[in-house]
């Protein structure tokens, strides 16, 4: 059974960071594709970023040059580095997984897994 537990977030200040953290279990995580989605309060989830099983990676416009996602496949852990954090960051960010290539890494369809989320808040 595919499990995804998140941890990391918490409330820091504008220009801030966090790591989250995301570990799986249940399946071979370096065959699988990986990424973040986040959704913040009263809007619809987005993607923010992935990477595949060959380690390439994709990022939303609204996060590039910020935030950095890698995988630890030895430990089964997902992560993303989020510096120069703002209070539009604000949400509650998910883990997924998909056992196979994606298209389109940044839509959510195309993921079959994911964790109950972290939540991040960033003040002004």
């Known amino acids: 059974q595919v499990q995804l537990v998140e941890s990391g977030g918490g409330s820091v200040q504008a220009g801030g960071s966090l790591r989250l953290s995301c570990v799986g279990s249940?399946?071979?995580?370096?065959?699988?594709?990986m990424a973040w989605f986040r959704q913040p309060p009263g809007k619809e989830r987005e993607g923010v970023a992935t990477i595949d099983s060959a380690g390439r990676t994709t990022y939303a416009d609204s996060v590039k040059g910020r935030f950095t996602i890698s995988s630890d496949n030895a430990k089964n852990t997902l992560y993303l580095q989020m510096n120069s954090l703002k209070p539009e960051d604000t949400a509650m960010y998910y883990c997924?997984?998909?056992?196979?290539?994606?298209?389109?890494?940044?839509?959510?369809?195309?993921?079959?897994?994911w964790g109950r989320g972290t939540q991040v808040t960033v003040s002004s």
């Open positions: 997924e997984a998909s056992p196979g290539p994606v298209v389109n890494g940044l839509a959510a369809w195309e993921y079959n897994y």
């Open positions: 249940g399946f071979t995580y370096s065959t699988y594709s």
